[in-house]
């Protein structure tokens, strides 16, 4: 078991057998969350930071062994997973089946749903989300499977209007899958290789809203994304422009002298009431929503992007954010007890 090593908070035992585990299961005195993750995803999220603020909360986080059955580990409480794989998938699915008393955060079949940027935002093209605080829709778009010949035939059909934007169609998180281009002209789509989605490119002042959610915890903040494209540089420009990895490179806007029509966020109403409603219609409970704001109109908004348990945890308030969001089973009853305390806890130290 991994224990927060580099912090200066009460030491811990280094290792932990799996009969000790159970006792501090069984004594309520901690949430025992096991986790599966990618040394990148260990690294970006388990931070030394975020380790011991969860263990000072009663929230402690064990590594699973890829190599052993899951069922001889534990006992847990939460299950916490990022890995791809189909083999992975049956292992948590069986794992469900036997251990319905676990939350596993979150169902792998529901996690695939964001694997392919088409199904990805379908539950929010249906949503059709429209008040009094704004309307969210997805940009247009088409899905070509094969043959890259048909593909200027195919957007004058669907009256999609350039620039397009074209993603790989498979969304898992591998480099290949942010391989995106931006095109000018839709003769020159006919280099790129399907499965593709061609995406109206929607101008957004260049900044994105990055919405991450938690439970029932919300965090919004700003990136740098792309820039404008005018319509004089769309008559002087043709070809594809790739931009790998743009979303990983792009830096905080957070604190950037920003046009305030740009730099808005989205009315928390809002995002609260997408929110809630995607965490249903997708069946997760860790995601995050990449949405632009149409330049120029104010309350024009578009979902861009949804990726399965993102966040680096650049911050304190989302260390915060993340212990005080931690969904866990309501027929856990002590431990959502425990869970409603740590949240109090936590409010009271949010800046
Ligand atoms: O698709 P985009 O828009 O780039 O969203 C990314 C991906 O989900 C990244 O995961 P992956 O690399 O698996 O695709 C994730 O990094 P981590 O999961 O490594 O933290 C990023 O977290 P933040 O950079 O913290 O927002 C998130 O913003
Ligand atoms: N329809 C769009 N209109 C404008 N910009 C877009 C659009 N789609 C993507 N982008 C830009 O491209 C970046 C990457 O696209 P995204 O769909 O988020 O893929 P990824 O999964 O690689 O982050 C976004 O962060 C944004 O800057
Ligand atoms: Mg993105
Ligand atoms: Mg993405």
């Known amino acids: 078991m991994r224990l927060n090593d580099d912090n200066d908070e009460e030491e811990g035992p280094k290792t932990m057998s799996h009969c000790s585990i ?49 069922s001889d580990q534990g006992p847990f409480d939460i299950v916490l997973h990022k890995l791809t794989g189909k083999e992975w998938r049956q292992i948590l699915e069986e794992y469900r089946r036997t251990h319905p ?13 964001l694997h392919n940027r088409q199904s990805m935002l379908q539950c929010v093209a249906d949503m059709n989300l429209s008040d009094t605080y704004g309307k969210v829709g997805v940009p247009r778009q088409l899905v070509i499977k094969r043959d890259s010949s048909s593909i200027p035939d195919a957007v004058t ?12 169609l498979v969304a898992d998180g591998s480099a290949k899958s942010h391989e995106l281009s931006l095109a000018y002209d839709e003769y020159s ?7 593709l989605v061609l995406q109206e490119f929607v101008n957004h002042g260049g900044v994105l809203f990055k919405v991450y959610i938690v439970g029932e915890a919300i965090k919004v903040v700003r990136r740098f994304s792309l820039p404008d494209v005018t319509k004089r540089e769309l008559s002087k420009n ?18 950037a002298d920003l046009d305030p029509s740009v730099a808005e966020l989205p009315p928390r109403p809002l995002l609260e009431r997408l929110a809630k409603e995607l965490r249903r219609r997708l069946g997760l409970r860790l995601f995050n929503l990449d949405i632009i704001r149409e330049h120029g109109r104010r ?9 399965y348990f ?32 740590v949240s109090k806890l936590l409010e009271t130290l949010k800046n």
């Open 157 to 168: 059909k669907a009256g999609l209007i350039l620039p397009l934007v074209a993603k790989p």
């Open 101 to 113: 008393e676990v939350t596993v955060l979150d169902p792998p079949d529901a996690i695939q749903h």
């Open 189 to 195: 789509l006919q280099k790129l290789e399907p499965p």
């Open 238 to 255: 043709a070809g594809v422009f790739r931009f790998p990895r743009v979303s990983c490179a792009a830096a905080s806007a957070d604190d």
């Open 299 to 307: 309350d024009h908004f578009y979902v861009i992007d949804i990726n």
């Open 310 to 341: 993102p966040g680096k945890v650049r911050e304190n308030a989302w260390v915060r954010t993340y212990i005080y969001g931690f969904p866990v089973k309501p027929r856990a009853k002590p431990i959502q007890e425990k869970i409603g305390i």
């Open 22 to 70: 159970g006792h501090l299961q069984q004594e309520k005195s901690f949430v025992i969350v096991g986790y599966a993750l990618t040394s990148k995803k260990v690294e970006s999220f388990l931070k030394p930071k975020l380790e011991g603020l969860a263990r000072n909360k009663g929230i402690l986080f064990v590594a699973i062994d890829q190599n052993r059955p899951l």
